[in-house]
């Protein structure tokens, strides 16, 4: 059975423009979360997804925003980008709803602003 | 604690002694509570998770501790090898807010 994953592997834009990064969950699962970790630091909730609908999102600005699609892929659109929003971008999936359960990490997508 | 956004400590030990890395919350309310393994390039793995009514779980090597009392969680690695050098990360859930929050982590160092 396949894993999360995410594409692109890496991604470098330069300031001011937009970026747009893709996950694809484990086949059945219908929750997707993105979470951004930057380097050396810990993660950080983004946004929740699940049956197509935004449940939840962290302490980020509205720059940060993103869809799932009825095939329960989804992906993170980051606007207006600045130099700190360099960081690894994971994506995770859960087979339960809600966030009462395991989630499988995708291997992430390294975005460079420059 | 649940924090997120601070630098890494970090935990040597030598292969084969007992690890034993911490976590702290602050919502009593938080009913779920996971550890992740981080090993350098690949997105975090699951360990093992604990239900708030619980106080103890075990698994292969691992075994997590659940102290409601003072908000406190704990992952024991038994006998550990070179292979479980790695950030460990605790993820705490309060169910009724839908929130999630990551620890800092902890970074295990492996000594041969």
């Known amino acids: 059975e396949a894993g999360v994953t995410q594409s692109p592997t890496h991604l470098i834009k330069t300031r001011g423009q937009q970026a747009t990064l893709r996950c694809s969950p484990i086949s059945g699962h219908t929750s997707v979360y993105w979470y951004q970790q930057a380097l050396g630091l810990g993660l950080q909730f983004l946004l929740w997804y699940d049956e197509g609908e935004e449940r939840n999102r962290g302490n980020f600005p509205p720059r940060f925003s993103g869809r799932q699609f009825p095939n329960y892929s989804s992906e993170l659109n980051v606007n207006a980008l600045e130099l700190e929003d360099s960081a690894l971008y994971l994506c995770?999936?859960?087979?339960?709803?809600?966030?009462?359960?395991?989630?499988?990490f995708g291997p992430g997508t390294r975005l460079t602003v420059t | 604690g649940e924090s997120v956004g601070l630098h890494l400590p970090t935990l040597s030990v030598q292969e084969g002694d007992n690890s034993i890395i911490n976590c702290a919350y602050s919502n009593s309310a938080s009913d779920y509570f996971i550890w992740y393994k981080q090993e350098s390039g690949k997105g975090p793995q699951f360990i093992i998770d604990?239900?708030?009514?619980?106080d103890k779980r075990q698994g292969q090597r691992v075994t997590v501790l659940l102290n409601k009392t003072v908000k406190h969680l704990s992952l024991q690695i038994a006998a550990t090898q070179p292979g479980d050098s790695a950030v460990y990360f605790c993820a705490v859930v309060t169910g009724t807010a839908s929130k999630l929050t990551f620890g800092t982590g902890t970074r295990l160092q492996v000594t041969l």
């Open positions: 604990i239900r708030s009514n619980m």
């Open positions: 995770a999936s859960s087979l339960l709803q809600g966030l009462m359960d395991e989630q499988y």
